[in-house]
């Protein structure tokens, strides 16, 4: 059994299938969950200080769970308040993380290949413990994800780092100390290890060419109610002025840009109207955009964004996926599925990550029409998709067969879909109460 099947049988998740039978139309309030790509690095911040970090609107998600235990396993603290008088079943968690004593600087193997975001781990511990021996990463197989430019960023503060057996081994007996580090590409995972490594560095540390993604802004603010001296905050030049020590605070994870986008293309796709309760547009303005090109009507309210299409053909519409703010490649394969039902052709460029393309295969099983050439899907609309059965492969390409089948006539069944479990805190519940007709079916 894979690893990340036996740990997701282990969190009581099984083997769960999604029944969707499609065709209905969208229509009503999806209140959107605080973002599982902040909520992962904020909790990783909590080794920073041995003082309490507060983390509000944690969404309830496998990927969620399994870093408290790892983080437990490092000797953090992990509590989760009880519900509180008018919270409803959408809010998130308020979660408590207490680092009083690192007991382990060791993140291994077992618990690093189920999720790529735990690596980073290596820049707290080394930060304030002076050594870190950390797993090479797992995650989502979307091509080779490399982390030589997180261990860049850490040789420049004056790691030194060794890689044996599949570990990556990183010292610092006399502590970090401020440099100059350019990124010669733009990298989240990179950006929140030198954010982290650099905050607790003797002297300034310059981040050049950081990723501006909003969860990366989250990070920054988060550890400057900790204590840190960070400026530049949301551009691609940080400046980091080291502090001795950081303390706790109490900090709330933003909204999911992503989950947002997911339903915005879903209410797109199977027509409705929809308002996505939380998000603001600024967090995902080229992927609206794009839904505006393609025919949809777009509005900011005062609770968030309203989506609505009632009638109007899909029009086809060429995406690149860039760096924040360009078009998220998290949502390319959501959009992907959108465009298989487009009047027209468009050719939708991953640029950031290579072989992120496992969903076409399966939305091909609706009856997409989709041809790769290299980084490019060149997709050729279709009047009508029918349900099929189809598998889950990873955390985006799964949520994309689910926006497929809602469109789809007829019945289609999704497999596997503990990767949908990773990232969508109550999808059946969300799109059910707007009107989709979908299911669990425990496995
Ligand atoms: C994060 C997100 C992920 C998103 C991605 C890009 C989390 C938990 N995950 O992943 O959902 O799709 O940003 O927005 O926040 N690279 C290197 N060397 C490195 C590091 C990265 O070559 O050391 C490359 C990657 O292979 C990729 C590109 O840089 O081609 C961007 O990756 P990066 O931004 O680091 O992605 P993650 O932080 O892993």
Request: with cysteine; aromatic share 4%.
């Amino acid at each position: 059994m894979p690893p990340r099947e036996a740990a997701t049988r282990e969190l009581g998740q099984g083997m769960d299938r999604i029944r969707i039978v499609g065709g209905t139309k969208l229509n009503g309030i999806i209140p959107i969950a605080g973002a599982k790509n902040a909520a992962l690095p904020l909790m990783i911040a909590s080794l920073l200080t041995p003082e309490t970090l507060v983390l509000e609107n944690v969404p309830r998600l496998s990927d969620v769970r399994m870093l408290k235990r790892i983080l437990g396993n490092h000797g953090v603290d992990v509590t989760v308040a009880g519900k509180r008088p008018g919270m409803s079943t959408e809010d998130g968690e308020d979660v408590r993380l207490t680092a009083a004593h690192i007991v382990d600087t060791v993140a291994p193997y077992e618990l690093v290949s189920q999720m790529r975001a735990s690596f980073w781990v290596v820049a707290p511990l080394l930060a304030r413990m002076g050594q870190a021996k950390v797993s090479l990463p797992g995650g989502c197989a979307i091509g080779t994800r490399p982390v030589d430019l997180l261990i860049m960023a850490l040789e420049k503060l004056g790691a030194d780092i060794e890689i044996d057996a599949g570990y990556v081994i990183a010292k610092a007996p006399n502590g970090l100390k401020g440099a100059e580090i350019t990124f010669p590409k733009v990298t989240v995972g990179g950006t929140h290890t030198a954010l982290m490594a650099a905050v607790l560095a003797r002297g300034t540390t310059t981040i050049h060419n950081a990723a501006r993604e909003p969860e990366v802004s989250d990070l920054a603010e988060c550890l400057v109610k900790m204590g840190a001296k960070i400026s530049g905050i949301g551009t691609s030049d940080l400046v980091i002025e080291g502090v001795t020590s950081l303390h706790g605070a109490t900090h709330r994870v933003l909204p999911d840009r992503i989950e947002a986008g997911t339903y915005a293309f879903a209410a797109a796709m199977a027509g409705g109207d929809v308002t996505l309760e939380g998000i603001e547009a600024k967090h995902l303005q080229a992927a609206l955009d794009k839904l505006v090109e393609s025919g949809a009507e777009v509005t900011s309210t005062e609770t968030g964004i309203r989506i609505r299409r009632n009638g109007t053909p899909i029009k086809a519409v060429d995406v690149t996926t860039e760096a924040f703010p360009g078009f998220p490649t998290d949502l390319q394969a959501q959009f992907m599925a959108l465009m298989s039902r487009a009047n027209g052709t468009s050719k939708i460029v991953e640029t950031i990550f290579e072989n992120r393309f496992m969903h076409v295969q399966e939305l091909a099983r609706f009856g997409a029409k989709i041809r790769l050439d290299g980084d490019m899907a060149i997709v050729e609309g279709t009047g009508a998709l029918k349900g099929a059965p189809v598998m889950a492969t990873d955390l985006r390409a799964s949520v994309s067969l689910v926006i497929a089948a809602l469109a789809a006539e007829g019945e289609t069944m999704i497999n596997r879909v503990y990767h949908l479990d990773r990232g969508f805190e109550g999808l059946e519940g969300k799109l059910s109460r707007c009107g989709a007709q979908i299911e669990r079916i425990r496995g």
